[in-house]
């Protein structure tokens, strides 16, 4: 059975930092694509990152509106993923979600795409 737990999330003042971890059960995190999406109240869920991986070549992806301020990553020893986040901002607030699909696949950042999802972690941000 396929679990995946998101922790971490909190309240932070604008330009803080926080880091989401994401524990993979059941699957081999290091084959399957991983995305963070976040969803905040009356929103949609959003693409935030993703990292995949083609054969030896590891793909980094961000949304623009987080680009250059968080930071994907993975422990495939561990079976973790992370998702660092700097320099936050009110606009960050949302419950973050870690994803997780066996596929490679071109529209990662559309969720319908990942197979397995946690339960999500509250971030908070406030100016």
């Known amino acids: 059975q396929v679990q995946l737990v998101e922790s971490g999330g909190g309240l932070v003042q604008a330009g803080g930092s926080l880091r989401l971890s994401c524990a993979a059960s059941?699957?081999?995190?290091?084959?399957?694509?991983m995305g963070w999406f976040r969803q905040a109240p009356g929103k949609e869920r959003e693409f935030v990152a993703a990292?995949?991986?083609?054969?030896?070549?590891?793909?980094?992806h961000y949304a623009d509106s987080v680009k250059g301020r968080f930071t994907i990553s993975r422990d495939n020893a561990k079976n973790m993923g992370y998702l660092q986040m700097n320099s936050l901002k009110p606009e960050d607030t949302a419950v973050y979600y870690c994803?997780?699909?066996?596929?490679?696949?071109?529209?990662?950042?559309?969720?319908?795409?990942?197979?397995?999802w946690g339960q999500g972690t509250q971030v908070t941000v406030s100016s």
């Open positions: 990292i995949r991986r083609n054969g030896i070549t590891t793909y980094y």
């Open positions: 059941g699957l081999s995190f290091s084959s399957y694509t």
């Open positions: 994803a997780a699909s066996p596929a490679y696949f071109n529209n990662y950042y559309s969720a319908p795409g990942y197979n397995y």
